[in-house]
């Protein structure tokens, strides 16, 4: 199960920490997603990093520069914090895993992941 947290309200140009718990699986053993979801659109891909030490990670342009991405595996989590943000960042942001090897190549497809995370309201005002 995954439990997503950290959304809120804030300014354009303000920043927030998302976080993403597992429990009941090892999350080191899984390739981690954020994605988001704005009211009347679809699902879209933000940021994933891969299995084990967190050392490969893939963003979507939109947020390049502006977000990142890691994991900490002792804490059986990760995060998302999210800088600069812009009004059109405002969605619901949801975690998701997908068990991988190692090498595995990055998923940016919501299709791909397995489990999901109930998603956490970001709003960025203008």
């Known amino acids: 199960q995954l439990q997503a947290s950290g959304g809120g309200l804030v300014q354009a140009g303000g920043s927030l920490r998302l976080s993403c718990a597992a429990s009941?699986?090892?999350?080191?053993?899984?390739?981690v997603g954020w994605f988001r979801q704005a009211p009347g659109k679809e699902r879209e891909f933000v940021a994933t990093?891969?299995?084990?030490?967190?050392?490969?990670?893939y963003y979507a342009d939109s947020v390049k520069g502006r977000f990142t991405i890691a994991r900490d595996n002792a804490k059986n989590t990760a995060a998302l914090q999210m800088n600069s943000l812009k009004p059109e960042d405002t969605a619901v942001y949801y975690c998701?895993?997908?068990?991988?090897?190692?090498?595995?190549?990055?998923?940016?497809?919501?299709?791909?992941?397995?489990?999901w995370g109930q998603g956490t309201q970001v709003t960025v005002s203008s």
């Open positions: 990093i891969g299995r084990g030490d967190g050392s490969r990670f």
């Open positions: 009941g699986r090892t999350i080191s053993m899984y390739t």
């Open positions: 998701a895993a997908k068990r991988t090897i190692v090498t595995a190549p990055f998923y940016s497809s919501a299709d791909d992941y397995d489990d």
